[in-house]
């Protein structure tokens, strides 16, 4: 039978989460100090106040300024490794994490000081934890294409630290499709593929994922729902969605939790995963998503390893570690 204890014990794998989003109040606070950047807030009470938002613009605002504080090398060490404690207190123990390096090279901060400080803390991950990880640099969607190319550039000489790119920021009006040559040419470069999609933006932005961007994992697309076509082929191909509870209802995707469309989808034979997105932002980790999952969707022991398996099945960790996941 299914407990709050039974999740947190449970091994886990998370393959939808931002860094920048994982950047706690405190050590927000504690890197604004250290790097004498002025984060914006008075006390720690003002920047929780501001973490009220209304749809997925009104957060990226926030996220965007919270991501000033990182400067140096040693700053995204401390912000992956904070994470990396996180996941190992959890039981996640294989983790695909994405990051945003336009943010910070935008600030004037170098390709080099990101990929290196996050890096080091994921093989400090491997060698302290056992756990595995694959990085993925996102593309952010508001800018342009030719942006995109800039930082894949970059990326060319730290492959051997990356795995694959994702596409997220601003949804709407920023369909799949404005990146379709970027995402050929990360894939002649041996990258993988995933992109936000079908999470404010419409059913329509799904396919285009699929069709235009070629990707291997939908980041949300709960609004697939809305598409029975979409719904069918997205179960018959196994193309998993990575959906992220807490997120979806701090961003009004969905009014409450309880109307939350999870279990209709995972009904529907979907590869449906659970992940955090952004937990420093949205109210918990792992283990709070499938705690609200428990609560407010009475989710099931059977469901609960259901979704477990379909995250191991759904990761791009080699064919070994997915049978040690297991
Ligand atoms: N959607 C789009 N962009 C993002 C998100 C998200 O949920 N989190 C961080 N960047
Ligand atoms: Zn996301």
């Known amino acids: ?163 694959g790119v994702g596409l997220d920021s601003s949804e709407l009006g920023n369909p799949p499709e404005k990146f379709s040559e970027v995402f050929e040419k990360s894939r002649e470069l041996g990258l993988k593929l995933v992109a936000h999609a079908g999470e404010e933006g419409p059913a329509s932005y799904i396919w285009s994922a699929i069709n235009d961007l070629q990707v291997q994992r939908i980041d949300h697309g709960v609004r697939a729902i809305e598409d029975e076509q979409l719904m069918r082929h997205l179960a018959q191909i196994r193309m998993p969605l990575t959906v992220c509870p807490l997120s979806n209802t701090k961003l009004k995707v969905f009014e409450h939790m309880s109307q939350h469309n999870i279990f209709q989808l995972l009904d529907k034979g979907l590869c449906v995963t659970v992940n955090s997105d952004d937990p420093a932002y949205f109210g918990g980790y792992m283990n709070e998503n499938f705690h609200a999952l428990y609560q407010d969707l009475a989710m099931s022991a059977s469901q609960f390893k259901q979704l477990l398996s379909n995250s191991v099945e759904a990761s791009f960790a080699s064919q070994a570690r997915k049978l040690q996941l297991q």
């Not at 984060?39 to 973490?51: D, F, H, N, P």
């Not at 004037?108 to 934890?129: K, M, P, Y």
């Open 1 to 163: 039978k299914l407990s709050k204890a039974v999740i947190d014990s449970a091994p886990k794998v998370e393959l939808h989460m931002h860094l920048e989003g994982s950047l706690e109040p405190k050590l927000l606070f504690a890197l604004a100090q250290r790097n004498n950047v002025d984060c914006g807030y008075e006390s720690l009470e003002a920047l929780q106040k501001a973490y009220n938002f209304s749809n997925l613009q009104s957060f990226l605002d926030v996220y965007y300024a919270g991501a000033n504080v990182l400067l140096h090398e040693q700053d995204f060490y401390d912000l992956t490794w904070a994470y990396v404690l996180k996941c190992h207190a959890q039981n996640v123990r294989h983790i695909e994490p994405f990051f945003d390096p336009q943010t910070h090279l935008e600030r004037g901060v170098s390709f080099e000081t990101i990929i290196n400080g996050i890096d080091r803390a994921l093989i400090d991950a491997q060698s302290q934890f056992g756990m595995s990880s694959m990085l993925i640099m996102c593309f952010l969607r508001h800018l342009d294409q030719e942006s995109a190319f800039t930082t894949l550039e970059l990326a060319k000489s730290h492959l051997s630290k990356i795995s």
